[in-house]
């Protein structure tokens, strides 16, 4: 929106001509989400709390969590949309039909989030909406924001895979791209899902992934950077650097009150949503490989849950002591603390490994 307002003003104040470079809206997104979350996150929080918008703990988990985190409201993840979307709004071409999918993603994610948060804290437990039910809903969201890209983009290499660390390693798809793309959107969002059940544990690595995609997708979008980089330009899709890069501003707005003793959770509001648009983001650059490399941290958490479910019901024998696998280190005796700041550890290394994808080829 002010963006196009100060666009047009270009002519009368020609000083307004730095609102067109990509770079300068990335820092105002930035800026912009982490104040807005910041800034509504105290007052809202003691409305959650007041209200009694708490989500249930897992009774077969660390007995620390039930005496903790009892309580503590939910649904923190209405805060960090407010913000990406607001900065992302402000900030944006709005014309972009790829902004407006992933902004699609992003609210239809986190609305099937809240249903399902809002369930938890009626029902009074942890199951909240039937899981087939929320598995459909995240595969019509996911199918529709593909068929809008397929239909109104002439983006002639969305259906490619390309692998990192190749020059010339195409794969084309073809008709099988509208699965592919439907698992890494449904994929992604359950992978941070999951990541999330510790204090500030899935915000960093989403941080971390949000500010990677916000350099992919501007040199991705830059003729010189592609170019240089040998990788696939597309044309236009620099805008969605301006929507990670409101992600990020919002997730270090909202960490300032996730970060252990956490006042509130994302949950699945927010998990749901920063997972699949992040995950649209990946797939409009081309760049979905390099997003489970950045992202590994989600891929062990789920992997783990897909180990010990298969194990168990093989063999009736649990792999870890309790999935996902940061529970199995609480399990073992690490402190929450330790457990967070190490997976943040190995959420940093895998980003620079990620990163390096761009150049090493």
Not at 40 to 64: V, W
Not at 130 to 148: C, E, H, P, R, T
Not at 198 to 220: E, H, K, N, Q, R
Request: proline content about 4%.
């Amino acid at each position: 929106m002010l963006y196009s307002f100060f666009t047009s003003l270009i002519d009368q104040y020609s000083f307004l001509n730095v609102f067109k470079y990509i770079t300068v809206r990335i820092g105002f997104s930035v800026v912009t989400s982490f104040a807005i979350v910041f800034i509504i996150g105290e007052p809202l929080i003691k409305l959650f709390a007041k209200k009694q918008i708490s989500g249930p703990i897992r009774q077969d988990g660390p007995i620390d969590h039930i005496i903790k985190k009892t309580g503590t409201p939910t649904m923190g993840g209405l805060i960090i949309i407010l913000g990406i979307f607001l900065g992302t709004f402000l900030w944006s071409d709005l014309s972009n039909v790829y902004v407006l999918v992933v902004i699609y993603v992003s609210l239809a994610l986190g609305l099937l989030g809240f249903v399902d948060d809002l369930l938890k804290i009626k029902l009074k437990n942890s199951r909240g909406l039937n899981s087939k039910i929320k598995l459909l809903g995240q595969l019509f969201i996911s199918l529709v924001a593909i068929l809008i890209l397929i239909k109104f983009t002439d983006h002639q290499y969305l259906e490619n895979l390309y692998f990192p660390f190749f020059k010339n390693l195409i794969l084309p798809l073809g008709i099988f791209f509208i699965p592919f793309a439907i698992f890494v959107i449904v994929g992604s969002s359950n992978a941070v899902n999951l990541t999330d059940g510790l204090d500030g544990l899935a915000t960093v690595p989403v941080m971390l992934v949000a500010l990677s995609f916000t350099l992919i997708s501007y040199v991705v979008g830059n003729t010189i950077f592609a170019e240089y980089l040998q990788i696939p330009y597309v044309s236009k899709v620099g805008e969605l650097s301006i929507f990670c890069g409101a992600i990020f501003g919002s997730c270090l707005g909202f960490l300032w009150y996730n970060a252990p003793p956490a006042k509130i959770f994302m949950g699945d509001t927010g998990s749901l949503s920063l997972g699949g648009s992040l995950a649209a983001v990946a797939i409009i650059v081309k760049h979905e490989i390099v997003l489970a490399i950045i992202g590994g941290l989600f891929v062990l958490e789920t992997a783990s849950v897909i180990i010990q479910v298969i194990s168990f019901k093989l063999t009736g024998k649990r792999v870890f002591m309790m999935a996902p696998i940061h529970h199995h280190f609480e399990k073992k005796g690490w402190p929450e603390s330790t457990v967070v700041i190490r997976f943040w550890i190995i959420a940093i290394i895998l980003a620079l490994i990620g990163l390096a994808t761009l150049k090493l080829r």
